[in-house]
């Protein structure tokens, strides 16, 4: 491989990678959160991979899409084209040693017609309390 | 020292040099994979109401379904169409609504209730949605309406 092939190779990669981010509406999906204390948090990245800025409202769930009292900061978000934001959700353990939970990130979006599309996409998390005794 | 030892001893610091220059350098690469799914909203779908007038389904003629790529880089992901409540734009007044899907591309679904769990495969899928506002009493008063079909990717 010589040099021109190499430096065409090394920004293929960046590309792909750069374009693998920006297509990224929740992630991680999959987490399992450890801790210590009586809560337990998850950050999460939201990722528009629209060609114009929306607004994502930020949703808690347990494992039964039953909404759950949690603190999400931010729990609405405006986030530019083709950009990605940072969330931190916490929930408490309720006395559990362990909490099964979702979070959803939603987008509307309309064109002004009379069936409009939202959108949800949601992760599923495990928290799991350490030295958790009854 | 003679010449030829001064000769030697700079032959020595020469080839010291040289071998600095054959030292190899590690280029480190690191990467980083989160799999995820993405939805993206494609056009909004058409309501149209039936010769009774108690039924806008966007399944009749001149009606439209909605659509909805999911992309997902690896699983298992499931979607599923979740039906409104109540129209929000418009009386929903003794009016049910059913969601229902298809699927194109990387994964095959026909008419699926929504409220059901499709297991989709990595790669694009196209989804088309279709809903169905039903008032169990009377015809639909003249108006607008509008309602939103929430599609979940999980």
Redesign the interface.
């Known amino acids: 491989m010589n040099n021109k092939s190499i430096f065409i190779a090394g920004t293929l990669a960046l590309t792909l990678?750069g374009q693998?981010v920006f297509?990224?509406?929740?992630?991680?999906?999959r987490a399992v959160a450890k801790s210590m204390t009586d809560e337990f948090a998850v950050r999460l990245?939201v990722?528009n991979?629209?060609n114009k800025a929306v607004t994502f409202n930020v949703l808690a769930f347990d494992e039964n899409y039953e909404p759950v009292d949690a603190i999400i900061v931010p729990s609405k978000l405006r986030i530019g084209s083709r950009d990605t934001k940072q969330i931190v959700v916490r929930f408490p353990f309720e006395g559990k040693p362990m909490r099964k939970v979702?979070v959803?990130a939603?987008?509307?979006?309309?064109?002004?017609?009379?069936?409009?599309?939202?959108?949800?996409?949601?992760?599923?998390y495990l928290g799991q309390r350490l030295g958790f005794v009854q | 020292m003679n010449k030829f030892s001064i000769a030697l001893a700079a032959a020595a610091l020469i080839g010291s040099v040289g071998a600095a220059h054959a030292v190899d350098a590690k280029a480190k690469f690191n990467g980083n994979v989160a799999h995820s799914c993405t939805l993206l909203a494609g056009t909004d779908g058409t309501l149209v109401p039936n010769f009774d007038g108690d039924v806008l389904s966007s399944k009749l003629t001149g009606g439209a379904a909605a659509t909805v790529t999911a992309t997902t880089t690896a699983g298992p992901y499931k979607v599923s169409a979740l039906a409104p409540v109540a129209f929000t734009l418009g009386s929903s007044t003794n009016t049910t609504f059913e969601a229902s899907y298809s699927i194109s591309g990387a994964t095959t679904a026909s008419n699926v209730a929504g409220a059901t769990v499709t297991k989709v495969k990595r790669g694009t899928n196209n989804i088309s949605v279709d809903l169905v506002a039903t008032n169990s009493l009377d015809a639909f008063a003249n108006g607008s309406y509008a309602a939103e079909v929430t599609v979940r990717c999980e």
């Open positions: 990678s693998a297509a990224q509406s929740v992630t991680p999906m990245t990722g991979p629209y979702r959803c939603e987008g509307l979006f309309s064109q002004n017609n009379n069936t409009a599309i939202r959108t949800q996409v949601c992760g599923r």
